[in-house]
């Protein structure tokens, strides 16, 4: 999705990118030539097997790791040019990494105080995550999903145009993973950038615009949610008839592949609804059921990513 109009033309237009990124450990490449961009107005959603240097890319882009090759930058520059970094970007990279006998209120304190903010944006910001009632607690005390909305806040605090979430929804009940997601679309919406990882395949679905997949280091693809999708669907239709036997004949007489679907329907690869209506009708064949096979993004990304998995787990 290309940003708005209005969204470029917005105070937080400032965009990431990485241009022939590259980390090597001793003989690993971490990363490898990794080039890609995510632009303000929009909500990318950073894709990748466990392994594939994911963590590695957005501590470069934090100025945590220093690239081998390449460069990340933010608006053009590294992050450590920056004029004034929190309120160019903020980060949640891991919730979990707050002391934990520090009250929430304090902790943003001591972050507003470093960036040279007052107060009033440490309650805004408590506000904004819906955390006022628990600002006096001890943050030791806050389950997973309260330390997210924490990291959240800290992210906010300079009001930045670019936000970076590492897996903001681990953690979260329903309506955390829909708050976030509201959130991500009202900052996007604001004309910020907007880049997030999540292993939720369903969440990324709902809410990214934009994908950066990658795997072993390297970009696999880079495009709209919708263009990907369109792009790896596999074409197939899901068929059911009283008369399986016949179908399953004329199909294989017509070279097509298929297989039995646990509900005793038929999945026909390689082929469109009609191909399929034809030969069955050709048969005298009655259909009770004819439906194009629609992947999910989480079918399409474990498929793409199978040969590319460091990590990934044993077939069940
Ligand atoms: N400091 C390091 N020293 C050596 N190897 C490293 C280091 N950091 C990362 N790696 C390796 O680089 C590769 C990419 O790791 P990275 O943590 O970036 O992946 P990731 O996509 O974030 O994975 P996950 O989703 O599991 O967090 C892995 O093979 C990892 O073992």
């Known amino acids: 999705m290309l940003p708005t109009e209005s969204a470029t033309r917005s105070a ?5 990118r990485a241009e022939g990124l590259t980390k090597q450990y001793g003989d690993k490449a971490a990363v490898s030539d990794l080039s890609f961009s995510a632009e ?17 890319t957005l501590r470069m882009l934090l100025g945590l790791v220093r690239p081998t090759q390449g460069k990340i930058t933010i608006g053009g520059h ?7 970094p929190a309120r160019t970007i903020g980060t949640l990279l891991d919730a979990r990494a ?28 408590l506000e904004i995550v819906g955390l006022t009632d628990a600002a006096t607690r001890r943050a030791g005390e806050y389950s997973l999903g309260m330390k997210q909305r924490l990291g959240i806040a800290t992210a906010l605090l300079g009001d930045p145009g670019v936000l970076v979430f590492d897996e903001p929804l681990n953690g979260l009940d329903p309506e955390g993973i829909r708050w976030i997601r509201t959130l991500m679309r009202k900052m996007a919406a604001e004309g910020r950038t907007i880049l997030f990882s999540s292993h939720l395949m369903s969440e990324m679905e709902l809410t990214a615009d934009n994908l950066i ?44 592949k298929l297989e039995e679907t646990p509900d005793s329907g038929l999945l026909v690869h390689g082929v469109d609804s ?6 069955a009708a050709a048969e ?14 989480e079918d399409i990304f474990l498929r793409l990513t199978h040969d590319v998995t460091d990590y990934g787990s044993q077939p069940a």
């Open 12 to 16: 937080y237009a400032v965009g990431i």
């Open 40 to 56: 303000p107005g929009v909500i990318t959603g950073f894709l990748g097997p466990n392994g594939s240097g994911k963590s590695t």
């Open 78 to 84: 590294h992050i450590a040019e920056l004029d004034d």
């Open 98 to 125: 707050i002391h934990p006998h520090r009250t929430a209120q304090d902790h943003l304190l001591a972050f507003a105080h470093a960036a040279g903010l007052g107060r009033e944006r440490v309650d805004e910001v």
């Open 213 to 256: 997949v990658i795997g072993q280091g390297r970009l696999i693809a880079e495009s709209t949610l919708d263009e990907f999708v369109r792009a790896h669907t596999t074409q197939g239709v899901t068929v059911r008839t009283a008369s399986r036997v016949e179908l399953v004949r004329a199909l294989n007489r017509a070279g097509i």
């Open 274 to 279: 009609a191909t399929v209506g034809r030969i």
């Open 284 to 297: 005298g064949i009655a259909l009770e059921e004819l439906t194009k096979v629609r992947e999910s993004l």
